[in-house]
């Protein structure tokens, strides 16, 4: 899974606001994303994205 798609699905999956525009929140939450998605990268896939999420502290 790539970084983009990850953070886009998260995004969609935890801000259901149908808003596209960004916040300070959203955009906090995205640096965090992408430091997840650095970190777990190896093993990220479209599987256990939730579980890679909760792991790090996003439910």
Do not use: P
Request: charged letters at 40%; proline letters at 0%; glycine letters at 4%.
């Amino acid at each position: 899974m790539d970084k983009e798609t990850f953070i886009a699905k998260a995004l969609k999956d935890h801000f259901d606001d149908g808003s596209i525009e960004f916040n300070s929140k959203k955009d906090l939450f995205v640096q965090r994303l992408i430091c997840i998605y650095e970190k777990e990268k190896s093993r990220l896939d479209e599987e256990n994205m939730d579980s890679i999420l909760f792991e790090n502290g996003i439910v």
